[in-house]
């Protein structure tokens, strides 16, 4: 028999997921914290999962809460069918009230079928137009999603959905950013190299960068190593 939360606590456990989820810098720790709040707010669930896909259908992010949610997910990507991927591909929630009578994903079905999973209930998680992904719970009895579970989960799973997308938008700035300060790192390093290099033995700053290139080749080393090795005074490069 599907439970549905009383409003007022289901307005807990909205605010309780997105105040976990605005404490999160990374995509990762966010997926994982909704994956629990969403096992611990629906009775009877033994175990949830949470999938980001990119545009293909490809996992780029994932979050489970125990090993059955972990094989059950992994061989919905092996056989690329599944309640999980129906969801995102579909923008709709997906409901499975017996698995054991449900004939929509047999290749997934028999790869669960040592699992203890008997019912299940997954919803797309949709940021604007967009579906980011799918958040799933899986319970070890039959019936123990209805049709008002599917609605249920979309409540909190919606909100959700907008603070994680909006993570992983602030999350390419900073990768950006880290890219550019090594890029800019090496450049300096480098370019030192070349100074000290020119004042040694009297080249022009290409000549020396020349130097610094042919030895990298000669070593297989990265070019900032051995500017690295310059300015640390070891003789990386023969007068």
């Not at 090993?67 to 995102?88: I, M």
């Not at 997906?94 to 004939?103: E, F, H, Y």
């Not at 390419?172 to 290099?197: F, I, K, W």
């Not at 022009?204 to 960068?209: C, M, R």
Request: proline share 5%; charged share 20%; aromatic share 4%.
């Amino acid at each position: 028999m599907a439970q549905q939360l009383p409003l007022d606590e289901l307005g807990t456990v909205i605010a309780r997921i997105q105040g976990l989820l605005l404490t999160e810098e990374k995509v990762t720790d966010a997926v994982q914290y909704l994956a629990l709040a969403a096992k611990e707010s629906v009775t009877g669930t033994i175990g949830a999962g949470v999938s980001l896909l990119d545009a293909r259908g490809r996992r780029t992010s994932s979050g489970y809460t125990d090993k059955t949610v972990e094989l059950a997910d992994a061989a919905q990507y092996q056989h690329g069918e599944g309640p999980c991927l129906t969801a995102w591909a579909t923008e709709s929630p997906v409901l499975v009230q017996d698995l054991r009578g449900d004939g929509r994903w047999p290749a997934w079905q028999a790869a669960v079928r040592h699992l203890p999973i008997r019912s299940v209930v997954s919803v797309p998680l949709l940021a604007g137009k967009e579906s980011i992904g799918a958040l799933k719970l899986y319970a070890a009895t039959a019936g123990v999603y209805g049709p008002s579970s599917p609605g249920l989960v979309e409540l909190f799973a919606a909100p959700a959905a907008t603070l994680i997308s909006h993570i992983q938008a602030t999350e390419a700035p900073h990768r950006m950013t880290e890219a550019l300060q090594a890029s800019l790192y090496s450049r300096d390093l480098v370019n030192r190299a070349c100074g000290v290099l020119m004042e040694r033995h009297g080249l022009t700053h290409g000549e020396a960068l020349q130097q610094l290139m042919r030895k990298a080749r000669e070593t297989g080393s990265p070019l900032q190593d051995i500017s690295a090795s310059i300015l640390a005074g070891t003789p990386a490069l023969r007068d």
